[in-house]
């Protein structure tokens, strides 16, 4: 898109070396790279950032952003088998194409960025004739839609809105919303149930199955984070704590205090089955209480 096709508020600008679109309206801030279509900020006016970027993120292209809100696709992690590479698919690593910006008159930003296969270096066996196409939508409440469309062959396909949220003191939060539901710990290599709201006390890597709206309730920010989500079947809960912060090259060792990750997600047995030229919708609308 050029720049002149931009409607107010919105601009195309170089960020930490890289392609990306600011936004900056009488509603909000934000600011998303073309690299991933990765969302890097969303700041409704008054408030402190909803986002968490990590102070030591890479910034290469075809490289991942520590922070913010990596898009995973095609495949979650390493994939269903375990086997897949680059971790938590191409997509963000890929250079997506915005494809249309709009501000409307109740002053919400909408982008929408596309990704087929062409832009894709290695599609890792994935097949090239797949159609995605990311909204955004950023006003006092954020939206985000990935939408998939297979093409010829029928496809499998893991998502998730890695969403890194900035917190008070992650040691200090509850998220609520999981309460009974039934999870898969990474971390123990077992399924289990959730009992009452969700606390950080060690490394936590999670992936629940559950549809529910999550709040995170966060009384030394003195805000409660409230992700409310459509056609997704998981939530991941992440927090790296101590030694896996140290181990990163890409995360500071002390910030995992100041974020936690509530992905909205389908994986694993959840993974989206596409016949040919079907399509499939997942969301998640962010807002502050
Ligand atoms: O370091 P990456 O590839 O961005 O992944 C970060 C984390 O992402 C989470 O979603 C996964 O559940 C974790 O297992 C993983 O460690």
Excluded at 143 to 162: F, I
């Amino acid at each position: 898109m050029s720049e002149k096709n931009l409607p107010q508020g919105v601009s195309i600008v170089t960020e930490n070396g890289l392609e990306a679109v600011r936004i900056d309206t009488e509603l909000c801030t934000g600011l998303v790279y073309r690299n991933g279509a990765h969302v890097a900020e969303w700041t409704p006016k008054g408030s402190e950032p909803v986002l968490w970027m990590s102070g030591s993120s890479h910034f290469t292209d075809g490289t991942a952003i520590r922070g913010g809100i990596p898009l995973c696709f095609p495949w979650f992690g390493p994939g269903r088998d375990g086997d897949r590479t680059p971790a938590h698919g191409f997509a963000r690593l890929s250079p997506w194409n915005l494809t249309s910006a709009e501000l409307s008159p109740n002053g919400l930003v909408r982008l929408v960025f596309t990704l087929t296969g062409d832009d894709v270096a290695d599609l890792g066996g994935f097949p090239a004739d797949f159609e995605a196409s990311y909204a955004v939508t950023m006003g006092t409440a954020m939206q985000l839609a990935l939408t998939v469309r297979a093409g010829e062959q029928p496809l499998e396909v893991e998502e998730a809105l890695h969403t890194y949220f900035a917190v008070g003191d992650a040691r200090q939060v509850r998220i609520e919303g999981l309460d009974g539901a039934d999870y898969l710990d990474k971390v123990a290599g077992d399924r289990r149930t959730q009992s009452g709201d969700v606390t950080f006390t060690a490394e936590t890597d999670r992936v629940y199955f559950s549809e529910a709206t999550t709040r995170i309730v966060d009384e030394q920010l003195g805000r409660t984070i409230v992700v409310e989500k459509a056609c997704s079947a998981n939530t991941v809960v992440w927090n790296p704590w101590v030694d896996k912060s140290e181990a990163m090259a890409d995360f500071g060792d002390e910030e995992w205090t100041g974020m936690c990750c509530v992905e909205t997600v389908n994986a694993l047995g959840d993974a989206t089955q596409l016949s040919p030229g079907a399509s499939h919708t997942m969301s998640a609308t962010i807002s502050l209480t």
